[in-house]
């Protein structure tokens, strides 16, 4: 589904990802994984047009969209869930949620895409009519993926989902994403919290000062004598 091939990217004269190269594919749940400022998000933001990489490539279904605009590629079922959120926070959940639904592919499915955000977050459809500045941190977060989750994602990349949260929210946020994953969507998710992403991904790759340094199944990265002493402290 998702090859991205020796990609380099930044910002003006500040490259921060150097030849980066990993896959997803069908199906599955992919980890990325790295301290702060290890070029996680400027990754997610290359990958959905958002940074222009200046080298390699990125491809999808094997055609070559590094160069295809960022308005494009939610078309193509590639949608990103931002660190912090982004919502409009003026506005209410039911029209966040019409927003991810604005594209050709989300509008082609918003019914049965509602009926799922509906059924994944209940407390979303008990506070359809509330603005979202109103929502607790987890409930945005919450609505953050149902945004995502409006435009019909084939591969959903989630940066820093537990950015700013409790650990009670956040084990909750992941239970949700493990459900997300059942539903045939494919995730890339960006994590600081090595131990909890690797505890829902099939495999990871490892960052660090924008490259990729290590790579893997879930079970051989948590093994890892370099990832247990780097990542987890012990």
């Known amino acids: 589904m998702l090859a991205v091939n020796l990609l380099c990217a930044g910002y003006r004269d500040l ?6 190269s990993l896959s ?11 301290a702060n400022a290890a070029g ?11 940074v222009r990489p200046v080298g390699g490539e990125i ?7 590094r160069d295809l605009p960022a308005y494009r590629r939610p078309a193509l079922g590639l949608v990103m869930v931002p660190e912090g959120r ?6 209410s959940v039911r029209e966040n949620l019409e927003m991810g639904a604005s594209n050709s592919r989300g509008r082609a499915n918003a019914k ?25 941190g987890g409930q945005q977060q919450m609505l953050a993926v149902g945004r995502a989750l409006m435009a019909c994602p084939r591969l959903l990349i989630l940066d820093e989902p537990s950015v700013g949260l ?15 994953f059942r539903e045939n969507i494919s995730i890339l998710l960006i994590e600081q919290d090595v131990r909890r992403c690797l505890s829902i991904v099939q495999r990871a790759y490892v960052i660090a000062q924008g490259r990729i340094v290590m790579e893997g199944s879930a079970e051989t990265l948590l093994g890892s004598d370099d990832v247990r002493r780097t990542y987890l402290g012990l």
């Open 15 to 20: 490259i921060v990802l150097h030849d980066v």
């Open 112 to 136: 049965r895409s509602l009926e799922l955000v509906m059924d994944l977050f209940p407390v979303l459809g008990e506070r359809i009519n509330t603005t979202a500045r109103k929502l607790s």
């Open 59 to 65: 491809f999808w279904d094997g055609v070559a969209i």
């Open 40 to 50: 996680k998000t400027t990754l997610a933001r290359a990958l959905t047009g958002l």
């Open 24 to 34: 997803v594919g069908e199906g599955e749940a992919v980890g990325l994984v790295g």
């Open 86 to 91: 982004s919502l409009f926070g003026f506005m």
């Open 166 to 180: 409790g650990p009670k929210i956040v084990a909750e946020i992941y239970q949700l994403l493990s459900r997300v």
